[in-house]
């Protein structure tokens, strides 16, 4: 009697998973495109996209292209951002740390008690996160130098209204007319400034709350940042990035894959290859950093900076 229990509650474990997940998306995609293309066929909602075409005007003084400096940011970024979300997700799942590392107490950094033992995959970790914010500031200073950050950051009220009526042309499958070479769209501006000065601000702040760099005794900071709100917060940051990366390729391959990647890696608003090579070679040194990114590799690396055993 024993042996169809358990049969038929394998049947059950088998049929229960979520197969439907995939054509449930779908079906809301669908619906989603059909209630836009409703609401942009009402004259009330024609007028308001003829109002708000989508984009915000730039001040006058707004630079126009994109320089090379900017593309190697954000070849580094992409870079950073990748090997990031790999060795977080391995500190996350690992049941068992392939090695431990610990830190010189030589060197610049010193401190009274001996430094903490930390996996190796946190090691790596850390470091990838020490070399994106050591990008990000370096970002920061030379888009606020160069004027290119009145490109991502809203300069007035329109750019709601704007936002929504890309958000509308969008899901209409109607898209709004692309020109990132001269100006983003109102919605494309605000994901871009939610993701530089909201998301890689929260990634950073919760990440060092949760790191063994964060101080133990700091005890009314950490009462009112306990290290519980920061691991809730920094696991969806690192989903947000990843939905971000996936909406943001797919945006560039569709509206123009040749001169979007001429834009990002070419720095000319042409349309050829030059941007697209630069982009496959860019592919080729992150998916190798991917593969390298092992214990075997990692080992050598991490003894210049400290202790590594098992």
């Known amino acids: 009697m024993s042996t169809p229990a358990k049969k038929s509650t394998a049947t059950k474990s088998k ?24 609401l942009t066929g009402l004259s009330g909602v ?15 003084n707004a630079p126009v292209g994109f320089p090379a ?27 068992r740390p392939p090695a431990q590392w610990t830190r010189n107490n030589k060197g610049f950094i010193r401190t009274k008690n001996a430094p903490t033992k930390i996996s190796l995959d946190l090691w790596f970790h ?8 050591l990008n990000g500031i370096v970002f920061i200073i030379v888009i606020f130098a160069t004027g290119q950050w009145m490109r991502i950051i809203p300069t007035s009220w329109d750019v709601f209204p704007n936002a929504i009526s890309a958000a509308l042309q969008y899901a209409s499958l109607n898209w709004p007319t692309e020109d990132g070479w001269v100006n983003y769209n109102a919605l494309q501006l605000l994901t871009y400034f939610v993701t530089v000065f909201i998301a890689a601000p929260l990634a950073i702040i919760t990440g060092l709350r949760t790191s063994s760099a964060w101080p133990k005794k700091a005890g009314t900071v950490n009462k009112v940042y306990p290290i519980e709100l920061a691991r809730a917060v920094h696991f969806p940051v690192m989903v947000y990035f990843v939905l971000f990366t996936i909406v943001h390729v797919t945006l560039v391959l569709a509206t123009g894959a040749l001169r979007n990647l001429n834009h990002m890696y070419g720095g000319s608003d042409d349309i050829n290859w030059v941007g697209f090579g ?5 592919l080729l040194v992150i998916v190798g950093a ?6 075997l590799f990692l080992r050598p690396v991490a003894s210049l900076m400290g202790k590594v055993s098992k």
């Open 15 to 38: 049929w229960s998973q979520p197969v439907w997940v995939v054509p449930g998306v779908l079906i809301v995609l669908l619906l989603i495109v059909l209630l836009a293309k409703w």
């Open 46 to 60: 024609q007028s308001f996209l003829h109002d708000f075409p989508g984009a915000s005007r730039l001040p006058e």
């Open 290 to 295: 991917w593969f390298l990114a092992r214990p």
């Open 126 to 133: 850390l470091t990838l996160d020490a070399l994106w914010v």
């Open 69 to 95: 400096w900017l593309g190697w940011q954000h070849f580094l970024n992409v870079f950073f951002m990748v090997l990031i979300v790999r060795s977080g997700w391995q500190v996350r799942t690992a049941k």
């Open 278 to 282: 630069i982009f496959a070679v860019s």
